[in-house]
């Protein structure tokens, strides 16, 4: 059963940072690909960003390109989310999900997901 358990949600002003944490449990974490993903209210589920097992390579949405980053920590068996410059529009719940196999950019190609942590941006 695998495990996965954000963290480093919080309320904070525009232009200021917050740093997510997803501890991963219960797969083998160095050879999964993690996702980050985002619902604000009566919106969708969408991609943010993700990062690959092999090389690490990363991938990011355009909204968030260049403001976030996103990175693993295989010993610690935990994948963050660097948010930098947040905006309003950043407010949400924020997910990490992992998959096997699939898109990294279609949600529902992962098939484990934390239970999500709040972003609010102040205006």
């Known amino acids: 059963q695998v495990q996965l358990v954000e963290s480093g949600g919080g309320l904070v002003q525009a232009g200021g940072s917050l740093r997510l944490s997803c501890a991963a449990s219960?797969?083998?974490?160095?050879?999964?690909?993690m996702g980050w993903f985002r619902q604000a209210p009566g919106k969708e589920r969408d991609f943010v960003a993700a990062?690959?097992?092999?090389?690490?390579?990363?991938y990011i949405a355009d909204s968030v390109k260049g403001r976030f980053t996103i990175s693993r920590d295989n010993a610690k068996r935990t994948v963050y989310l660097q948010m930098n410059s947040l905006k309003p529009e950043d407010t949400a719940v924020y997910y990490c999900?992992?998959?096997?196999?699939?898109?990294?950019?279609?949600?529902?190609?992962?098939?484990?997901w934390g239970q999500g942590t709040q972003v609010t941006v102040s205006s």
């Open positions: 219960g797969r083998t974490f160095s050879r999964s690909p």
């Open positions: 999900a992992t998959q096997s196999s699939g898109s990294y950019y279609n949600p529902d190609e992962y098939d484990y």
């Open positions: 990062i690959g097992w092999g090389d690490s390579r990363t």
